[in-house]
């Protein structure tokens, strides 16, 4: 499974930007189904979006389309997620994940990374 690590977190005011980043350990990056998912206090982990290997097809959940972007260069084994327009529902966890299938199941990604905190003030 291929490590992951998540960047880019942190506070910002509600209708701000972040950009979330997530460095893979692997080569074999470009072979992977990527995604982001979140999670915020006593919720559970839900799906935000997903991009195939080639990076042309994403799928965005309701909530976020039309708001974030999510892209990826397989040359620096990176996937991003731009967040514009922050609203404070978009606080939580914010998770990457590496899998073999074009899903917005959790159970369909294998490999996660170990979050980074995303919080929008009001």
């Known amino acids: 499974q291929v490590q992951l690590v998540e960047s880019g977190g942190g506070l910002v005011q509600a209708g701000g930007s972040l950009r979330l980043s997530c460095a893979a350990s692997?080569?074999?990056?470009?072979?992977?189904?990527m995604a982001w998912f979140r999670q915020a206090p006593g919720k559970e982990r839900d799906f935000v979006a997903a991009?195939?290997?080639?990076?042309?097809?994403?799928y965005y959940s309701n909530s976020v389309k039309g708001r974030f972007t999510i892209s990826r260069d397989n040359a620096k084994n990176t996937m991003y997620l731009q967040m514009n327009s922050l609203k404070p529902e978009d606080t939580a966890v914010y998770y990457c994940?590496?899998?073999?299938?074009?899903?917005?199941?959790?159970?369909?990604?294998?490999?996660w990374g170990q979050g980074t905190q995303v919080t929008v003030s009001s």
């Open positions: 692997e080569r074999t990056f470009n072979n992977y189904v």
């Open positions: 991009i195939k290997w080639s990076g042309t097809v994403t």
């Open positions: 994940a590496g899998g073999t299938r074009y899903s917005v199941k959790r159970e369909d990604f294998g490999s």
